[in-house]
């Protein structure tokens, strides 16, 4: 069942918590930028159709990563992507994103997913939690 944009977005800006629906969806098209340059076939195409139309698409011609990153460089490179971000807000951004996704994407997909990922990014797919 695909998630309509505006629910998508209130989910992880609620998750983010974040003031502005912008944060939220520059965090989300980042993300999944991300993502799927690290997903591919069936699985890729599956989590695609739960989208929005519009994130589905930046999943589906995501950011090029020349290899697959661990979920430390993942969020490094987030950071990177993110106008402003540290390495603490990207972690924060990742899992507010990428919660939503897990969810959405309920548990047979998701360890499909987590399968054609580098280990540890099962974390990454948590809620995110405050710094110490």
Do not use: C, K
């Not at 599956?46 to 993942?74: G, K």
């Amino acid at each position: 069942m695909r998630m309509n944009w505006d629910a998508f977005l209130a989910a992880v800006r609620e998750r983010g918590e974040y003031p502005a629906r912008e944060e939220a969806e520059r965090a989300a098209r980042v993300v999944l930028g991300l993502l799927g340059a690290h997903l591919v076939g069936d699985v890729r195409a599956e989590l695609a159709a739960r989208l929005p139309d519009t994130l589905a698409l930046v999943l589906l011609n995501p950011l090029q990563a020349h290899e697959p990153l661990s979920p430390e460089r993942f969020v490094r490179a987030t950071s990177a992507w993110i106008e402003g971000a540290s390495e603490r807000t990207a972690t924060w951004d990742v899992g507010a994103v990428l919660s939503v996704v897990s969810d959405l994407a309920g548990e047979e997909l998701m360890n499909r997913i987590l399968l054609q990922l580098p280990p540890g990014y099962d974390l990454l797919f948590g809620t995110p939690q405050r710094p110490g």
